[in-house]
């Protein structure tokens, strides 16, 4: 079974562009989470999507949104980049509403200049 | 406010020397503690979910333990390829969120 892809794996932006992150789960898994990694801040919770609806949402600004598509495929947005939000952008999927076992992507790697 | 605090930030052992990874955790209401391993460039491996305490898991070298206020990750006999950051996370009944400790950087010498 393939395991989480995420796209693109590298990504290099410039402050007060927008971007947008692909994550694909496994398949048959309809739960999705997206978490932001950062040398200081460790792993932060940004959001989670249960069957196309967001079911929680961490401490981030609005510039941060997601969405998840019928086949269980979810997009993160951020908008008006800052250099603070370079960072290593997780996806995890599980199988079911519950989240007590997930599974994470490799992450997409974003530099903002 | 749920917090995860991980002991020590980076720990070097000698193959075969065993040890213990400390994760401290303050929750209002523990659904579930998560330990997880990070290898460099890549996602969290999922290691055990622990719901309550007094409850073990084990995995090969791996055994993790749970408590009231902390858990414990038990590597015994370690070798080479144990070395990454393990990580250990909690989620609380009240919002669902699960928060991440900062990791322990765990290096293995052959």
């Known amino acids: 079974k393939a395991g989480v892809t995420q796209t693109p794996r590298y990504l290099i932006k410039t402050r007060g562009q927008q971007v947008t992150l692909s994550c694909s789960p496994i398949s048959g898994h309809r739960s999705v989470s997206w978490y932001q990694q950062t040398p200081g801040q460790g792993l932060q919770f940004l959001f989670e999507?249960?069957?196309?609806?967001?079911?929680n949402k961490g401490n981030f600004p609005g510039r941060f949104s997601g969405r998840q598509f019928s086949n269980s495929r979810s997009e993160m947005n951020v908008s008006t980049l800052e250099l603070g939000d370079s960072a290593l952008y997780l996806c995890?999927?599980?199988?079911?509403?519950?989240?007590?076992?997930?599974?994470f992507g490799p992450g997409t790697r974003l530099t903002v200049l | 406010e749920d917090q995860v605090t991980q002991s020590p930030e980076a720990l070097r052992l000698q193959e075969g020397e065993s040890s213990s990874l400390n994760c401290s955790y303050t929750v209002s209401g523990l659904r579930g503690l998560f330990w997880y391993r990070q290898d460099p460039g890549k996602g969290p491996e999922f290691l055990f979910t622990l719901y309550s305490a007094g409850e073990e898991k084990e995995k090969e070298r791996l055994k993790a333990t749970l408590t009231k206020k902390e858990s414990f990750l038990h590597i015994t006999a370690p070798k080479p390829e144990d070395s990454a950051t393990y990580l250990c996370a909690v989620q609380g009944v009240r919002d669902d969120k699960i928060i991440f400790g900062k990791g322990t950087r765990l290096h293995i010498l052959p």
């Open positions: 995890a999927s599980a199988p079911s509403e519950s989240t007590d076992t997930q599974y």
């Open positions: 999507y249960f069957s196309e609806t967001q079911r």
